[in-house]
């Protein structure tokens, strides 16, 4: 039942932001730190109108207890960005632990609203807490290709973004796992709001890192809540997502606070 209704609810947004018009997104970051939604990446890059941009991004995670995720992203050239994150896990034990998270993404079409980028990221597991790894079960990698094209939803400004990858690595083991994911950002009512408030949601059967606790993976998930663009600037950026995870599991609901402060060098 649950997949039922999370493809359904895919299938009408994509049709509802069926036809397309060049739209700018808010450029916020996901939990591992690229230019997304919540879990989901974009096809943009965090500065496309700068070569060379910083942004610096936290994230809370709660569900039962609390994951910290700090992330530094370089965006280079207009075309490319590189992040470094690291998620802290508090399992609620002595046996916390935290995930080393690295990600890239290259720009390879922009015009408009639409752009396609290539990207992956790597993950590796950083001491010896999750169930007393050896090294070769601490890393994990994946490619994807992510398609980007702004629309309308009720007449409102949207923006949608289509991934699908591939699982080369997971927990030290090759994969032939695909993923896929859905993300979706919409203006809420710009003439009164002034491109102030959007709804961000996304759809994915991976979760932002193999090992955490507070977001499932390899399974469908969906994420959504509201994303604040207070600063309009064409050389500072401050972008605040207040979101909840998981939200169509009874027993696997959480929160997220994500914050990104940004500028153009």
Known sequence: MKEKRLLLLVLFMTVATGSIFAQSSVKGMNAAGITGTIVAPTARIGWEKSDLGLDFTYS??????????????????????????CDFEDTGTSRDYSNLLLGGKFQMYKEGGSSLAVGGDLEWVL??????????????????????YGGSFFNLPAVTSMMIGWQLLQAGE???????????????????????????????????AIYNERIGVNRGMFNTGLRFDPLKSSRFKLVVNVLGTDLLDEDARGFMLNATFGLAL
Request: charged letters at 20%; a positive charge.
């Open 60 to 85: 809370m995670v709660m569900k039962n207890h609390l994951s910290h995720i700090p992330a530094v992203t370089v965006s280079l050239f207009r075309k490319g960005e590189i992040s470094f994150a």
């Open 127 to 148: 001491g010896d807490a999750v169930k007393n790894l050896d090294s070769s079960k601490k890393k994990s990698a994946d490619i994807y290709l992510v398609a980007t």
């Open 174 to 208: 090759f994969s032939s796992n695909f993923n896929y994911s859905m993300g979706f950002e919409m203006g809420l009512f710009p003439e009164t709001l002034k491109n102030y408030v959007y709804w961000i949601s996304d759809f994915s059967n991976y979760s932002y």
